[in-house]
C-alpha cells in the first residue's frame, strides 16, 4: 500500500495551484448559486488542500492504515500468510511511483519469486 508522499518542488506547486484553483472556482460556484436563491447543503465542503502530504490529515490517514493492516494482520487468518509493506505520505514520492519502485527491487532479488 502506498500514499502519495512529498513531491519534488515543481510537482508540489503545480498540485498546490491546482487545489487552489479548485477551491476558489468552488467558492465562486457556491456563491453564484447563493445569488441565485438555491438551495445549498449546510456542510462545510471538503478542503482538497488537506490532502498534501505532510498536513495533518495524512498523517490521520498514515496512521489508520498502519493501525487497519497491524488490526488484519492479528484478527484476520487470511492475513496472517502475506506481507503488508506501507509506505506513508513520510515517505517521498509518489504511491503509485512507490509500488513500482519496491516491485522492481524485489524482482531484481536473487531469491524472488513471481508466485509469493
Known sequence: MAVDGVAPRAKMNQQRG???RTAK???EAREK???KGENLPE???FDSNCITPGTPFMARLSEQL???VNKKITED?????IQVVLSGHEVPG???????????????QP???PNS
Open 43 to 45: 456542510e462545510k465542503a
Open 18 to 20: 491546482r487545489r487552489f
Open 94 to 108: 509518489e504511491g503509485e511511483h512507490k509500488v513500482m519502485e519496491y516491485i522492481r527491487l524485489a524482482r531484481a
Open 25 to 27: 472556482e468552488a467558492k
Open 77 to 81: 487468518s487470511n492475513w496472517r500468510d
Open 111 to 113: 531469491d524472488y519469486n
Open 66 to 68: 498502519r493501525y487497519f
Open 33 to 35: 448559486a447563493e445569488r
